[in-house]
């Protein structure tokens, strides 16, 4: 087979991708310490990126991460203390305990290089309206200048994004020097669907594939009774019926993401909280309105660690993001157990 395989959603692909690497690795090795199962060379194609979430109850994917992660990307920051709320392990990556550097693949797509300049991204996609079947569509991320860092602990794992319009829809090509196929593989995938979503909203156009290439594709030693407990889970489970993830909306842009974060730090420093009622007064699309309403559980989890979420918060969630939120912290639900 010359070209990657296709998937339907994100967890089926990322089901092989992990069946792969425990029984059909190629390499064990321990860079920086750091012992791992190892494929070179390994690609997947999801025919539909919106589908960007797993639901496997022993994975324990973190929702309120990854919309904090895309939103931080798209919003071009570099800053260490918003990621640091969400997840506190990524201080170590910083070299100055203030802000990210390879890692902030959003500082390098939608900021401009000079201040009288224009962003990458607003580059590529003035490319893609004039010239549609355009191959130059590249956001590059990774600089030489990272690999003159010595024992560099933040280089980036992203080489570029590569936007292509055909036939009317938008897809994305990843380049990865190298992916943990068990942690980041979650987050990346759903990071950068977002933005190709993104993309295809700001140019009118529908949404395409998303083929996701790592260099070397890994998964910490330290990760394999998980990863086979997820594996006999999808393995054993009956048929369930998937959460359909919604469209981005058509007025969704740069200030959109902005105002949304203005409500997220405040959530994020304890200067208030968000009742859904509220949420839903402040102009957002509903589609939005998840984002604001996984905020504020998780300020509630953070914050008040000896209550329950609020029901009302939780009937306010999507069907499977509540799902989500509920095997993530199956202590924190009203019930005291995740949802079936």
């Known amino acids: ?44 194609q999801i ?45 170590q990556f910083s070299r100055d305990g203030r802000t990210m550097g390879g890692s902030a693949y959003g500082a390098r797509m939608f900021n401009p290089p000079t201040d009288d300049g224009t962003s990458p991204f607003d580059q590529v996609l003035e490319l893609l ?3 549609r079947d355009s191959k130059r569509g590249l956001l590059p991320i990774l600089t030489a200048d990272e690999l003159a860092v010595a024992d560099n602990p933040d280089m980036s794992c992203v080489v ?10 938008v897809h994305m090509v990843c380049y990865m020097r190298a992916n943990d196929c068990d942690r980041g593989l979650l987050s990346d995938t759903f990071s ?28 910490g030693e330290r990760d394999v009774p998980r990863i086979k407990r997820v594996l006999a889970e999808a393995e054993l489970r009956a048929p369930q019926a998937r959460f359909p993830f919604p469209t981005m909306p058509a007025g969704t842009s740069f200030s959109t993401i902005s105002d949304l974060l203005v409500h997220e730090e405040r959530l994020r420093n304890g200067r208030g909280r968000l009742q859904p009622e509220e949420i839903a007064s402040l102009g957002f699309d509903p589609y939005w309105q998840q984002a604001l309403l996984l905020f504020e559980a998780h300020r509630q989890i953070r914050h008040c660690p000896a209550d329950p979420v609020e029901e009302s ?11 989500l939120v509920g095997h993530r912290w199956p202590t924190r639900m009203p019930s005291a157990g995740a949802p079936s």
């Open 1 to 44: 087979m010359l070209t990657p395989p296709v998937y339907p959603d994100f967890e089926r692909a990322y089901l092989d991708v992990l069946g792969h690497l425990v029984d059909r690795f190629e390499y064990r090795n321990a860079p920086r310490g750091n012992t791992a199962r190892e494929r070179i060379g390994l690609s997947f």
């Open 47 to 91: 025919a539909d990126p919106r589908a960007r979430l797993p639901y496997l109850a022993e994975r324990k994917a973190n929702p309120v991460w990854h919309f904090a992660e895309a939103l931080w990307y798209l919003a071009g920051r570099n800053d260490l203390g918003m990621l640091a709320y969400y997840a506190p392990h990524v201080r």
């Open 129 to 131: 309206r004039t010239e």
């Open 160 to 169: 570029a994004l590569h936007l292509l319009v055909r036939e009317g829809r």
């Open 192 to 219: 950068f669907t977002m933005i190709q979503e993104f993309a295809a909203v700001q140019l009118g156009l529908q949404l395409g594939t998303y083929t996701h290439h790592i260099g070397s594709a890994h998964v």
């Open 313 to 323: 918060v939780l009937e306010a969630l999507d069907h499977g993001l509540r799902w």
